[in-house]
């Protein structure tokens, strides 16, 4: 019952705000702690459909920023004229979509998730995979001083995927949003200040 409550009250705010996903809260939250997203900054969002982080993070760089996005699925949502969205397979071809636009990031941010199947070693492990990618892209397209967030599901690899962005980055943070339901695995690995 409880979880229900949890689920309508940001599903009820994503709907009355204009966001076609709750999950927009989680990177209110982790803008407002980490002091990241600025004017003008430009941002890659991996696993941006059905595109609430892309809206949000949009307003916040403001025209003179851009925000990309990459997915799987289409994005069915009207965009602002900052965004552009590519769809496609991170781990297939996402390396050639976005060397097709020869930008630099300020910010990456992945909010990819795999489809789940309730088995939580098989869930964790995709994750893994998919974050793994994400900070790939993030070693190639990420100008120095970036940030990079980077949600997983919490597995016996987690260590080694924070330690990972611990070395890349000079400070390495883990946040669990307030927004993030309490039974989720979910939690999002930073890296700020790419070296
Ligand atoms: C939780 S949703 C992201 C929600 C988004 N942040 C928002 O606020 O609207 C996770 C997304 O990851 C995408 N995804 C999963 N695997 C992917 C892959 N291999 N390449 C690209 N996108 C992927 C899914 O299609 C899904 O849309």
């Given at each position: 019952m409880k979880q229900?409550?949890?689920e309508d009250h940001f599903s009820r705010k994503a709907k009355k705000e204009n966001f076609p996903a709750r999950s927009v809260y989680k990177l209110q939250e982790i803008r407002k702690k980490f002091r990241i997203i600025k004017k003008g900054d430009v941002i890659?969002?991996?696993g941006c459909s059905p595109g609430s982080w892309l809206v949000y993070a949009a307003d916040m760089v403001g025209p003179e920023g851009v925000v990309v996005g990459l997915d799987l699925k289409p994005v069915e949502?009207?965009?602002p004229?900052?965004?552009k969205v590519l769809t496609g397979d991170v781990a297939e071809n996402g390396i050639d979509l976005l060397?097709?636009?020869d930008l630099q990031y300020n910010?990456?941010?992945s909010d990819m998730a795999p489809a789940t199947t309730g088995r939580k070693d098989i869930d964790s492990y995709r994750s893994l995979l998919l974050c793994r990618v994400a900070l790939e892209i993030a070693?190639?397209?990420l100008l120095p001083e970036g940030c990079f967030v980077c949600k997983i599901f919490q597995g016996p690899d987690?260590?080694?995927f924070s330690d990972t962005v611990k070395n890349l980055f000079k400070e390495q943070k883990t946040f669990k949003p307030q927004s993030s339901r309490k039974a989720s695995k979910e939690i999002y690995v930073i890296g700020i200040g790419k070296k």
């Open positions: 229900k409550t949890w890659l969002d991996l949502i009207a965009v004229p900052n965004v060397n097709s636009l910010i990456i941010l070693e190639s397209f987690f260590k080694e």
